[in-house]
C-alpha cells in the first residue's frame, strides 16, 4: 500500500491543537490501515521519527436536515507521538 493511500489527511481541530504542543499529531488514516502502516507512511512522507502511534475508529454519526436523514461516513484516525525534537510543518501556527 502506498503511503498517501494510508495517510488521506491531517485533521486540524482546537482539540488536536492542544496535542500538538504535546509533540502528537492527528491524521485521518485508511480504514484497513495498522498502526506499523501509519508509522511507516509518517516517517516516510514527512521525514521525521515517531515513537507511537495511536489508533480511533470512529462510528458513523447520524445527521438530519429537515425531514431528510443520513449518516457522516465512518473514519479511523491515527495519534502519531513524534521523538523529541521533530515536528511536522503542516500543523505550524
Known amino acids: 500500500m502506498n503511503s498517501y493511500d494510508v495517510v488521506k489527511k491531517p485533521i486540524i481541530t482546537e482539540k488536536s491543537m492542544k496535542l500538538v504542543e504535546a509533540n502528537q499529531y492527528t491524521f485521518e ?22 515513537k507511537s502511534v495511536n489508533m480511533i475508529n470512529c462510528l458513523p454519526k447520524a445527521k438530519r436536515v429537515g425531514k431528510y436523514s443520513g449518516f457522516l461516513p465512518a473514519v479511523q484516525k491515527a495519534v502519531v507521538k513524534l521523538a523529541k525534537g521533530d515536528k511536522i510543518e503542516i500543523y505550524a501556527k
Open 29 to 50: 488514516v485508511a480504514k484497513n490501515a495498522t498502526k506499523e502502516d501509519v508509522k511507516k507512511a509518517i516517517e516516510e512522507i514527512f521525514k521525521v521519527r515517531v
